[in-house]
């Protein structure tokens, strides 16, 4: 099941970024897995000596560790330019109820 977010997404909201820079992440780990497993998968049926495979799975290994980087140690979701998250039920009231 997806996760559910309580309000209206908004990229701007730090809660909203965080949680979509992981799965983000988790996407990315998900596709290196079935690419590489695949591409060596067939490199040892067919007895192959592809120099690519190793080369592939060395680079893509340093950019996800570059990216889990990012989303977990670097990324700042402080929030201090976005704009609060409002309550939802405060779009329908009128100005001068609010």
């Known amino acids: 099941m997806p996760p559910r977010w309580p309000r209206e997404p908004d990229r701007r909201d730090p809660a909203f970024r965080r949680l979509e820079d992981r799965i983000n992440f988790a996407v990315h780990v998900a596709l290196f897995a079935a ?16 120099p690519w495979t190793l080369w ?22 402080s929030g201090a330019d976005a704009a609060q998250p ?13």
């Open 35 to 50: 690419v590489n497993s695949g591409a060596w998968f067939f490199r040892i049926l067919k007895e192959a000596t592809w």
């Open 56 to 77: 592939m799975t060395g680079g893509w290994v340093a950019v996800l560790l570059v990216h889990g980087l990012y989303v977990f140690g670097w990324a700042d979701y």
């Open 86 to 98: 409002q309550d939802p039920s405060a779009k329908d009231r009128k100005p001068e109820q609010i």
